[in-house]
């Protein structure tokens, strides 16, 4: 017997109905799932991103920190740089004035608030508020020997602890200090006089205070020279130790709340920040707690300093 094959047509009927089935069962699944939901008209959202590029075509405050190596062989480099304050100054200060071509024109003005010559201008607009300070790289040895030993040391220029110099002589507190904005261990330059107080308007007076600073520093500062540990300490540091004890091992005591405090005075938020390193020695600055026994036996024998270099 033969089995009797459906025609073509009714097989493709068949498959339709099939097909046209289960699309209306999904439909309805579908349908009633979307009933489960809570409704809600959906409100149009923008969202955006605007970019602006702002260019600083200029810099109004200057806070410029002079790290200045205070280790033997250090006078003569210091000295150079005494001679070059006054250039240094005046060029920073009171910048020339010059005609079209570039060239510095005849009779310039005396002060950076008076106005150039006719058919001239300065060369950069002047800056009429900076602070200059002072540090040293001479921070001890964190209680370990020579440098930090008050048996050994024969001069306070050994620890500068990262504060602002302000000392007329080398070795010699007994002789003064520099004048400096309201004692507070830096010169200000305010011809404008927008300070309250007033810093200082002329630049004789700012080029003498400046250069007694440097001249100050001297050269009977610590052989172990940390000038990058210096500045850090200074400008960065959030908690800078009062001091150190060596019972062997270093450990940090207290805050240093006078450098707190002089940091604060000295740096303003707004300002450009520029760090001037003055040195003939590579830096060796190291942490604290590594100070010994890594360096300290190498470096010390018997409380005398041996050389490191």
């Known amino acids: 017997m033969k089995a009797r094959l459906p025609r073509e047509g009714g097989v493709r009927r068949r498959a339709a109905r099939l097909a046209t089935t289960s699309l209306a069962l999904a439909v309805i699944a579908a349908s009633s799932g979307c009933l489960d939901r809570p409704v809600a008209p959906l409100l149009p959202l923008t969202t955006s991103t605007e970019t602006d590029l702002l260019k600083q075509t200029s810099v109004d ?7 200045i190596d205070n280790s033997s062989s250090m006078a003569d480099k210091q000295a150079v740089l005494a001679a070059a304050v006054p250039d240094l100054v005046t060029g920073i200060l009171n910048p020339k004035c010059v005609d079209p071509s570039g060239q510095a024109v005849p009779n310039q ?11 001239s201008q300065r060369e950069f607009p002047p800056v009429l508020d900076i602070h200059v300070g002072i540090i040293t790289s001479s921070l001890g040895t964190f209680g370990a020997f020579a440098c930090s030993d008050p048996s050994v040391a024969v001069c306070s220029d050994l620890d500068d602890h990262a504060h602002l110099v302000t000392r007329t002589t080398p070795c010699d507190p007994s002789k003064g200090d520099v004048p400096t904005y309201q004692s507070e261990g830096f010169l200000a330059w305010d011809p404008k006089g927008t300070d309250k107080p007033a810093g200082i308007a002329d630049i004789g007076t700012f080029t003498t205070g400046l250069t007694d ?5 001297g050269q009977d500062g610590c052989g172990f020279e940390q000038q990058n540990e210096a500045w850090y300490r200074f400008l960065v540091d959030p908690a800078p130790a009062n001091s150190f004890t060596f019972n062997g091992d270093v450990q940090k005591i207290g ?11 000295f740096l303003r938020p707004d ?21 010994y026994p890594t360096l300290a036996e190498t470096a010390y024998h018997d409380g ?6």
């Not at 405050?61 to 790290?67: A, F, Q, R, V």
């Not at 600073?213 to 520093?217: A, K, Y």
């Not at 805050?255 to 005075?265: F, I, S, V």
């Not at 300002?271 to 604290?288: G, R």
């Open 213 to 217: 600073l440097v001249t100050g520093t």
């Open 271 to 291: 300002s450009l920040l520029a760090i001037v390193v003055l040195t003939d020695e590579t830096d060796v600055s190291i942490k604290e707690q590594s100070f």
């Open 255 to 265: 805050t240093d709340a006078d450098l707190l405090t002089q940091r604060g005075e």
């Open 61 to 67: 405050k200057i806070d410029m920190l002079l790290m």
């Open 304 to 309: 005398s300093m041996i050389s490191i270099n």
């Open 109 to 119: 003005p005396a002060g950076p608030t008076q106005d150039c010559p006719q058919g």
